[in-house]
């Protein structure tokens, strides 16, 4: 134990020592205003304390209903023709443990069934629909690998749950990510990125492997595709979001990051797996550039048979140099599936925060498309908020629960 | 958001903003790399681990008179950081959920392919530890803190700092034949 201590001791001492004092960045000064606010308030309170604190209540009050907190949501009786009838949200507490699931009507939002799934292990369930608003998958996850359930939906918003599919992987400990279903409900897309050794013959001692997988929920069968880099290469393409263009086109991210300490991907493209020919190399089809004009591109997904790609654009408001403070700007772009260039921005929604620092996760977990109809005519997208476009038209859809802060559900929505 | 720089580590600032404690800036000037070093070991990339703090002695400004002892200051400080490390660890894992499935361990979770080439043996199996294993390991055989001061820092018992701190050394020495074994480290 001893020795343990003292390798311990040295091997955290020669981590940290890789931050010297003079490469810190100098400490900011905090905003003056909190303090010079908090004393004003302090002398009002002894002046006047009942108005302020009347104050205080109506401000809060205004603060809390211009952020981006649950209200009521008035949703229109009537909708376009061939708009997915249902949507479903998974809700799963920050405590972990069973997977809620809700079923509710996409013209008006109300709910017309639920049901709970099974998640013993009380880790992170994934959803996926295949656009048609009847047939869905649950990924239950758990630490000996997953459980796909398949979900229907009767003709009347009753859900029906059936274990489809169970998933055992040593290479694969934290099943949590997003994945995809075809359209005809068969197959499951999933994608993600193992630390490991390398192909015989590579002189590198670690690769990291990125990988796209097919589950077919009626064989059982899985299929990979691969790619291996040294896991020192910089720049790295990393795979990620996937989704189905058809039953046998399958499109995802290609994210470039440039260096081990980027705060995130430096440029993102899209590629084309045609899973129907032979091979299993993630890099067969020629990347797709998204241009840099299209910020911070987020769970970009296909529709209308790969003609079209409808994605997210979410940032702080502001620039680097003078931020909103609490401020968040979230687009839903189409962009072109022949050059990536964007074709139209259907919404641009700016949500102020009363914790600034909720923006950054707002950002982080509350802005994508979450689903896409076949047809690319109606997408389900959450910009800090959930909502359906038909026609550039925007409707607010209710029962869905951000993510800002540590204690609340994480919850997904598809149709 | 004012960005006026009050002071860097070894270069306390000649003139605090109006109203400024001055213990604030000299604890920021004798604790900010360690406090850093101490972030860095739990989230794993040093510019998120420089936000942690710059954060907390955000808000260590702002809480400096309300503070109960203002000798207590740099356990404030410590605690706050372990905190808002916390923080960013379970972020992180959301927004792997909705990003993609990259298959690493939170720890150095900004880079799930860390050159293994790069890390040694220890540092894999230290980010493989859960996380109160390696707050409580960090805070005993780094910052050299003592048991009682550690069970203050986290708010937790000596006796489960003592058991933790055993489960995780154990842990450790679990993880390192193996490893040593299969000649790579694991991510």
């Not at chain 1, 997915?84 to 079923?103: E, I, K, L, N, R």
């Not at chain 1, 910089?234 to 440039?258: C, E, H, I, K, Q």
């Not at chain 1, 102020?352 to 997208?381: K, N």
């Not at chain 2, 009682?148 to 000596?158: F, G, P, V, Y």
Request: with cysteine; hydrophobic share 40%.
């Amino acid at each position: 134990v001893i020795e343990m201590e003292q390798r311990l001791r040295e091997e955290l001492r020669r981590i940290t020592d890789q931050v010297q004092s003079g490469e810190l960045r100098p400490l900011r000064a905090p905003e003056r205003g909190r303090v010079r606010r908090r004393r004003l308030l302090l002398a009002g309170a002894i002046t006047a304390g009942t108005a302020i604190a009347a104050t205080a209540a109506v401000v809060a009050t205004l603060l809390v209903s211009t952020a981006a907190s649950p209200r009521p949501v008035t949703v229109p009786a009537t909708a376009p023709a061939g708009l997915p009838p249902f949507y479903v949200v998974a809700t799963q507490s920050a405590s972990a443990g069973p997977v809620q699931v809700v079923v509710r009507d996409t013209v008006n939002g109300q709910e017309t069934g639920s049901l709970t799934v099974p998640n013993a292990e009380g880790r992170w369930a994934a959803l996926a629909g295949t656009g048609d608003g009847r047939h869905f998958v649950v990924e239950a996850a758990s630490t000996s690998g997953s459980r796909f359930y398949a979900l229907s939906v009767s003709a009347d918003g009753r859900p029906a749950l059936r274990l489809a599919a169970t998933y055992s992987s040593t290479t694969n400990p934290l099943p949590n990510g997003p994945m995809a279903l075809s359209p005809d409900g068969t197959e499951v897309a999933l994608s993600w990125t193992i630390l490991g050794p390398c192909p015989a013959g590579s002189p590198s001692l670690g690769c990291n492997d990125f990988q796209i997988e097919v589950l077919n929920l009626v064989t059982k069968a899985t299929r990979t595709w691969n790619e291996y880099l040294p896991s020192v290469a910089f720049p790295r393409y990393t795979p990620g979001v996937v989704s189905w263009a058809s039953n046998t086109s399958l499109m995802f991210t290609w994210d470039r990051t440039n260096s081990q300490t980027a705060d995130g991907p430096a440029s993102v493209a899209i590629r084309t797996i045609n899973t129907a020919a032979p091979g299993n190399d993630v890099t067969t089809s020629a990347p797709i550039s998204i241009p840099a004009t299209v910020a911070n591109p987020t769970r970009m997904t296909v529709a209308d048979q790969g003609r079209e790609i409808i994605g997210t654009s979410c940032a702080p408001a502001g620039s680097s140099t003078a931020v909103l403070r609490g401020t968040g700007v979230a687009r839903v772009v189409e962009l072109s599936a022949a050059d990536g260039w964007a074709v139209h921005q259907y919404r641009t929604q700016t949500t102020y925060f009363r914790w600034p620092a909720r923006v950054q996760v707002a950002t982080d977990t509350s802005c994508m498309v979450e689903s896409v109809d076949p047809s690319g005519q109606y997408a389900l997208v959450l910009a800090f908020g959930l909502g359906r476009f038909y026609d550039g038209i925007y409707t607010p859809m209710p029962g869905f629960q951000l993510y800002l802060t540590n204690g609340d559900p994480m919850a997904q929505a598809a149709w | 958001v004012n960005t006026d720089v009050i002071g860097s580590p070894g270069t306390p600032p000649d003139r605090l903003p109006d109203g400024d404690p001055p213990d604030v800036a000299e604890l920021f000037r004798q604790h900010h790399l360690e406090l850093v070093r101490l972030a860095l070991l739990m989230v794993g990339d040093r510019a998120t681990a420089e936000d942690v703090v710059q954060d907390t002695f955000e808000q260590l400004h702002r809480r400096w008179h309300s503070l109960r002892r203002q000798t207590s200051g740099l356990d404030y400080a410590r605690s706050a950081v372990l905190n808002r490390c916390r923080s960013v660890l379970r972020r992180r894992g959301v927004a792997r959920r909705h990003a993609s499935r990259l298959v690493a361990p939170d720890w150095p979770a900004a880079d799930a392919a860390v050159a293994v080439e790069q890390r040694s043996e220890l540092t894999g199996a230290f980010g493989a530890l859960p996380r109160r294993q390696r707050e409580v390991l960090a805070l005993r055989y780094f910052l050299d803190l003592s048991v009682a001061d550690t069970a203050a820092t986290l708010r937790i018992s000596e006796g489960t700092v003592r058991s933790t701190a055993s489960r995780g050394l154990a842990a450790l020495a679990r993880i390192l034949p193996s490893v040593q074994h299969q000649g790579r480290a694991e991510s």
